[in-house]
């Protein structure tokens, strides 16, 4: 069974940093590119990042880039999502994709003084 | 950045039959955009319906199908239930990046 857990969610300052945690399981995690997608209270679902199977290639919502950094470790079936310059307007659930197939439940992260 | 537009609500009768639509600001939505269909209910995470334009995954349900109709990328339900009330989102590709629509909440009523 495809399992997707995402963790390290949470309340952070304007202009704070935080990381986001993938863990996969159930499934090859090196054979597919991997997504991050957010949804906004009350709001729809928001593109944030992509990664490619081996890590070489990535892409990023023009809203994130040059604040967010996405990486997996495919040794240890983990993605990331390193935020950076963090803005109210970064308050989501962040969930992660595997190859726009399966969901993880996704995880809070709060942008507030 | 391309902008992806969808109905914002729709409203179907039980047994009945809607289609959503998704367009890009871009130009026609062709088969080489790969659409994507995804269906989220209130406190639930997404959950892929199509992908690749029509293909469905093995837990959708066979009332629902992908197509490309005109210049946009189509989700059509026929035989609507109860429990198909929800919002639906498309998703299309642009040099790498990934662009949502607005999503579409459908009622039946």
């Known amino acids: 069974e495809v399992q997707l857990v995402e963790s390290g969610g949470g309340l952070v300052q304007p202009g704070g940093s935080l990381r986001l945690s993938c863990s996969a399981s159930g499934f090859s995690f090196s054979t597919d590119a991997m997504h991050w997608v957010r949804q906004a209270p009350g709001k729809g679902l928001e593109y944030v990042s992509t990664?490619?199977?081996?890590?070489?290639?990535?892409y990023y919502a023009d809203s994130v880039k040059g604040r967010f950094t996405i990486s997996r470790d495919n040794s240890k079936n983990t993605l990331y999502l390193q935020m950076s310059s963090l803005r109210n307007e970064d308050t989501a659930v962040y969930y992660c994709?595997?190859?726009?197939?399966?969901w993880g439940q996704g995880t809070l992260v709060t942008v507030s003084s | 950045q391309a902008v992806v537009t969808q109905e914002p609500s729709l409203t179907v009768s039980p047994g009945g039959t809607v289609t959503l639509t998704c367009g890009s600001s871009t130009g026609a939505v062709t088969s080489g955009h790969y659409p994507y269909w995804f269906q989220q209910k209130p406190g639930q995470a997404p959950r892929t319906l199509i992908y690749d334009t029509s293909n469905k995954h093995s837990w959708t349900p066979a009332r629902f199908s992908g197509s490309l109709l005109g210049d946009k990328a189509a989700l059509t339900l026929s035989g609507a239930q109860p429990e198909d009330e929800a919002e639906y989102y498309c998703?299309?590709?642009?040099?790498?990046?990934?662009?949502f629509g607005g999503g579409t909440k459908l009622t039946v009523l």
């Open positions: 994709v595997k190859g726009w197939k399966y």
């Open positions: 990664i490619s199977s081996t890590g070489g290639s990535t």
């Open positions: 998703l299309l590709p642009y040099t790498g990046v990934r662009v």
